[in-house]
């Protein structure tokens, strides 16, 4: 009878409760004893018991890095999942299950950035606003609007986004939201831009059918004048060129491009010093293609480059680290394969601490605006 009577009650008694404690809501409901209630107020008042429970990815609702889901009023940072795969047409696309990935095993990562002295969870207000929706998920010039639209109420409020795709074409959607909007106070966005490859393809119009593809975004942002290319860096290409001039675009639009084997000559210090030059005053927007990294690191991305060793993690975190303390508007990582992931979901990991860097940068000047 007890079972029969949970059952019939459950909406009503979801409706007065917080989402996160659950598990032991659900423990309460079967049992009716106080006891639970003891242990439930136990374990959410003591830090380390809770830290210990938070860190097990398989127990509770998954949330982005066990935010809350909320909405982004009155909130300084939104955690944002684009499951969006049509605008790269060249490989298998399941790039859309990389949200759902990541809220996975999101909390198996680190709640404390040691590097910078602190808890970016307490330094700032950080909801997971949920997926932006696709009712037309095939059609991407259609999704590619609905990121706009999506990101530009989040715009509205304050909140600076920080995603988790998704192909790279998200980035247009996003970028079209924030270059020369609220957050930017009018101002265009300027990229730190790690990837394998330029995205700035202009020799033909479309992608397999996509005009605001993957490859396009970096071209029509700056047509558009949402992006800055002369104080936008674009670093660690290294793609396999199918044409001699596959870097042109970038140069002629103004992009300061440093290829891999330009990196791997010049070293790590030198171009932490040219970023920080380039982009220093400016509004910047982060994006981050996994496929910058070496495959032994990434294998779960949509566009495999195996032929030139890839930045290594700490490579990828010091180039991040090099706009620490500048006006960072916003950021995503895209083109995970969850499919194509290891075992260990390596590249989703990986793809979790990129996005903990961008977090904690985001939650430090929050703390410092104070």
Same mark, same amino acid.
């Given at each position: *009878?007890?079972?029969? %009577?949970?059952?019939?009650?459950w909406?009503?008694?979801?409706?007065?409760?917080?989402?996160?404690?659950l598990? *032991?809501?659900?423990?309460?409901? %079967?049992?009716?004893?106080?006891?639970?209630?003891r242990?439930?107020?136990?374990?959410?008042?003591?830090?380390?018991?809770n830290?210990? *429970?938070?860190?097990?990815?398989?127990?509770?609702?998954?949330?982005?890095?066990?935010?809350?889901?909320?909405?982004?009023?009155?909130?300084?940072?939104? +955690?944002v999942?684009?499951p969006?795969?049509?605008?790269?047409?060249? =490989?298998?696309?399941?790039?859309?299950?990389?949200?759902?990935a990541?809220?996975?095993?999101?909390?198996v990562?680190?709640?404390?950035?040691?590097?910078?002295?602190?808890?970016?969870?307490?330094?700032?207000?950080?909801?997971?606003?949920?997926?932006?929706?696709?009712?037309?998920?095939?059609?991407?010039?259609d999704?590619i609007?609905?990121?706009?639209?999506?990101?530009?109420?989040i715009?509205?409020?304050?909140?600076?986004?920080?995603?988790?795709?998704?192909?790279?074409?998200?980035?247009?959607?996003?970028?079209?939201? +924030?270059g020369?909007?609220?957050?930017?106070?009018?101002?265009?966005?300027? %990229?730190l831009?790690?990837?394998a490859?330029?995205?700035?393809?202009?020799?033909?119009?479309h992608f397999?059918? #996509?005009?605001?593809?993957?490859?396009?975004?970096?071209?029509?942002?700056?047509d558009q004048?949402k992006?800055?290319?002369?104080?936008s860096?674009?670093?660690?290409?290294?793609?396999? #060129?199918?044409?001699l001039?596959?870097?042109?675009?970038?140069?002629?639009?103004?992009?300061?491009?440093?290829?891999?084997k330009?990196?791997?000559k010049?070293?790590?210090?030198?171009?932490?010093?040219?970023?920080?030059t380039?982009?220093?005053?400016?509004?910047?927007?982060? =994006? %981050?293609?996994?496929?910058?990294?070496?495959?032994?690191? #990434?294998?779960?991305?949509?566009?495999?480059?195996?032929?030139?060793?890839?930045?290594d993690?700490d490579?990828?975190?010091?180039? +991040?680290?090099?706009?620490?303390?500048?006006?960072?508007?916003?950021?995503?990582?895209?083109?995970?394969?969850?499919?194509?992931?290891?075992?260990?979901?390596?590249?989703?990991?990986?793809?979790? #601490?990129?996005?903990?860097?961008?977090?904690?940068?985001?939650?430090?000047?929050?703390?410092?605006?104070?």
């Amino acid at each position: *009878m007890v079972f029969i %009577f949970v059952l019939l009650n459950w909406p009503e008694i979801l409706a007065t409760q917080d989402v996160v404690n659950l598990p *032991m809501l659900y423990l309460d409901a %079967f049992s009716g004893s106080n006891t639970n209630q003891r242990i439930e107020d136990h374990l959410m008042t003591d830090k380390h018991l809770n830290s210990m *429970m938070e860190n097990l990815y398989w127990w509770g609702i998954p949330t982005l890095f066990r935010c809350t889901n909320d909405e982004a009023k009155n909130k300084d940072i939104a +955690l944002v999942g684009v499951p969006h795969s049509t605008g790269n047409g060249t =490989t298998e696309r399941d790039q859309h299950l990389g949200p759902r990935a990541l809220r996975n095993v999101s909390s198996v990562g680190r709640r404390m950035h040691s590097d910078f002295q602190l808890n970016p969870w307490e330094a700032a207000k950080i909801v997971d606003v949920g997926d932006v929706p696709f009712p037309r998920a095939n059609d991407n010039e259609d999704c590619i609007e609905q990121i706009t639209r999506f990101f530009g109420k989040i715009d509205e409020t304050g909140a600076r986004p920080v995603s988790i795709g998704g192909d790279h074409s998200i980035t247009g959607g996003i970028v079209q939201a +924030l270059g020369c909007g609220e957050i930017t106070k009018g101002e265009p966005v300027c %990229f730190l831009h790690l990837d394998a490859h330029s995205d700035v393809f202009t020799k033909v119009d479309h992608f397999l059918g #996509a005009k605001k593809s993957a490859a396009h975004w970096g071209a029509y942002l700056a047509d558009q004048g949402k992006v800055d290319p002369k104080h936008s860096m674009q670093i660690g290409l290294r793609g396999h #060129a199918r044409t001699l001039d596959w870097l042109e675009p970038s140069y002629e639009y103004g992009y300061n491009v440093v290829t891999m084997k330009e990196f791997r000559k010049r070293g790590l210090l030198d171009v932490v010093d040219q970023i920080k030059t380039v982009l220093a005053g400016r509004p910047v927007y982060i =994006t %981050f293609d996994l496929d910058c990294l070496d495959p032994t690191i #990434a294998p779960g991305v949509a566009n495999i480059e195996a032929g030139e060793k890839g930045f290594d993690i700490d490579e990828a975190i010091s180039l +991040l680290q090099a706009v620490r303390g500048m006006n960072i508007v916003g950021g995503d990582i895209v083109c995970m394969m969850p499919t194509k992931d290891s075992p260990n979901q390596i590249t989703a990991l990986t793809a979790t #601490a990129i996005m903990f860097e961008m977090i904690s940068m985001i939650a430090e000047n929050v703390a410092t605006s104070k």
